[in-house]
């Protein structure tokens, strides 16, 4: 997960050392909540700030990408966002970022279908 912001988001300059004070005033884009027993984990939440709520990464990536929002978007749903300069990594000491694992496991004493044979061909042939 990576905090950006689209370009003239931020009144000022510099976006590497931000602190979650400096960004209280600015609205936090975040996915809405819908489960019926919410996990204690905040997610990277400011306190105080105003927020709008998506129901999915897609609309909150569209909400950021036209300037009404900043907030964290997993890295590969915005690589090519931040390599054209739509998008605006904030990530520094103050606003870090989190890295996901991701793992993909499978019997090999089992045989396996024509579908998930090719899911794990195109697994392992990622590089992610």
Not at 79 to 94: K, M, N, Q, V, W
Request: contains cysteine; aromatic residues 8%; glycine residues 8%.
């Amino acid at each position: 997960m990576v905090p950006v912001v689209a370009p003239g988001f931020l009144p000022f300059g510099s976006t590497k050392d931000l602190t979650p004070d400096q960004m209280r005033p600015f609205v936090q884009c975040v996915i809405r909540d819908t489960a019926r027993s919410p996990s204690s984990e905040n997610y990277f939440l400011i306190d105080g700030a105003h927020q709008c709520s998506a129901p999915d990464q897609s609309m909150k990536k569209e909400l950021i990408l036209h300037g009404l929002a900043w907030g964290h978007l997993p890295s590969w749903l915005i690589e090519e966002e931040l390599a054209d300069g739509r998008l605006i990594s904030i990530a520094g000491p103050g606003l870090p970022g989190r890295t996901e694992e991701l793992a993909a496991v499978r019997c090999r004493r089992s045989s396996h279908g024509p579908v998930t044979t090719a899911l794990w061909q195109r697994l392992s042939e990622c590089r992610w």
